[in-house]
T-cell receptor
Framework: NAGVTQTPKFRVLKTGQSMTLLCAQD?????MYWYRQDPGMGLRLIHY???????AKGEVPDGYNVSRLKKQNFLLGLESAAPSQTSVYFC????????????FGPGTRLTVL | KQEVTQIPAALSVPEGENLVLNCSFT??????LQWFRQDPGKGLTSLLL?????REQTSGRLNASLDKSSGRSTLYIAASQPGDSATYLC?????????FGQGTRLTINP
């Protein structure tokens, strides 16, 4: 039982390049989330999904796209990377109930030059 | 729009002291409030979850309180240890999402 995993762990991109971050979970979470964490800003929600085939915008969605074709996977795409997207990206899984928390992956550190 | 604030941003105390971390939020319509721990270069680990109808939760040396009417929560750490050094984040949960504070970076000095 691996929990929530993220691929890759580190990546360096040049401005304008594209990439996809993969989040996988084996905990049967209905909900999945992508956050970015920047110094002094806490975690900010980029996009989330409430089930297979669904996606929704979070607080900072511009410049990112997501897909949830399978329940266990949630992909975050950057079509044309910008230096402002340099950040640590976290994926999480969870549920919507009042007693539910979220389970986080280890993060992906992305640098855009 | 929900906003969550944590004070102080950083705290350094000697080993063995009891300490309190603070969290405030602007909208009292929450499902629950959660405290997470984050070690450097790692993801977040849930420490305590307080339902909106509860006043406090305890786990070992940790005690979290919730005053929903005033929009405040505290995390009390008793008899602090160097292994408690980490960043502590508070988050409030609405219907579908968590909103996080900026965190308090805690250092326990041996």
């Amino acid at each position: 039982n691996a929990g929530v995993t993220q691929t890759p762990k580190f990546r360096v991109l040049k401005t304008g390049q594209s990439m996809t971050l993969l989040c996988a979970q084996d905990m049967n979470h209905e909900y999945m989330y992508w956050y970015r964490q920047d110094p002094g800003m806490g975690l900010r929600l980029i996009h989330y999904s409430v089930g297979e085939g669904t996606t929704a915008k979070g607080e900072v969605p511009d410049g990112y796209n997501v897909s949830r074709l399978k329940k266990q996977n949630f992909l975050l795409g950057l079509e044309s990377a910008a230096p402002s997207q340099t950040s640590v990206y976290f994926c999480a899984g969870g549920a919507s109930g009042r007693l539910d928390t979220q389970y986080f992956g280890p993060g992906t550190r992305l640098t855009v030059l | 729009k929900q906003e969550v604030t944590q004070i102080p941003a950083a705290l350094s105390v000697p080993e063995g002291e009891n300490l309190v971390l603070n969290c405030s939020f602007t909208d009292s319509a929450i499902y629950n409030l959660q405290w997470f721990r984050q070690d450097p270069g790692k993801g977040l680990t849930s420490l305590l979850l307080i339902q909106s109808s509860q006043r406090e939760q305890t786990s070992g040396r940790l005690n979290a309180s919730l005053d929903k009417s005033s929009g405040r929560s505290t995390l009390y750490i008793a008899a602090s240890q160097p292994g408690d050094s980490a960043t502590y984040l508070c988050a409030v949960k609405g219907a579908q999402k968590l909103v996080f504070g900026q965190g308090t970076r805690l250092t326990i000095n041996p």
